[in-house]
């Protein structure tokens, strides 16, 4: 019988990083690496694709996802919606690949309390400094002043609980903070068997 893979959560705050990182541990493929794919009710972002990024869906669509109960976690965050399939993230497990959540830290909560903590390895990752974290989101220029600040407010909030992650990972360099997870996810796998 094959094992389950890793549900591995890259979380932290906005503008830490977080996308960056995971696209660079992602390239490992002797990791067995698959990506879940979150909905979003938020607007597409310059480069960004439907069904690569995220899945972008209407208000109603994501809510109607939440009644049939077919969402492992989801959140509303600065006045968009974001989840996690929970089917797909069981159909890849069942199949021995390791799935990657990009997620926030009230949906690390929830992923939490539906798997067992040995099948799950959590990180958080943070940008080097606030200052460095403000110029991240700022250098964007896809958001307008309330929801910079909204965001920034909120990456306070969030590194309040980095401790609560199995590895916190600083972001000074997406090679270096991905070559840090990667040992991770190595070691886990090896230890696994």
């Known amino acids: 019988m094959k094992k ?27 990791l067995n690496l698959v990506f879940s794919i979150s909905l979003t009710t938020r607007a597409k972002r310059k480069g960004e694709k439907d069904g690569v990024d995220y899945y972008f869906v209407s208000e109603k669509k994501f809510k109607d996802a939440i009644k049939k109960g077919d969402l492992l976690e989801y959140n509303n965050y600065v006045g968009n919606y974001y989840g996690t399939s929970k089917s797909q993230v069981e159909k890849v497990l069942k199949t021995g690949k390791n799935i990657v959540l990009e997620i926030d830290v009230n949906g690390t909560k929830n992923v939490l309390k539906a798997f067992k903590k040995k099948d799950v390895i959590s990180f958080f990752i943070i940008a080097p400094s606030i200052k460095e974290l403000e110029k991240r989101i700022r250098g964007r220029s896809t958001e307008s002043p309330s929801a910079i600040k909204n965001r920034l407010k909120m990456a306070k909030e969030e590194m309040k609980v980095r401790d609560s992650y199995d590895y916190v990972v600083v972001n000074d360099s997406p090679t270096r903070a991905a070559k840090a997870i990667t040992k991770v996810i190595k070691n886990a796998i090896a230890l696994r068997g």
């Open 4 to 30: 389950p893979g890793f549900l591995i959560i890259i979380a932290g705050p906005s503008g830490a990083g977080k996308g960056t990182v995971r696209k660079e541990v992602m390239k490992n493929k002797k």
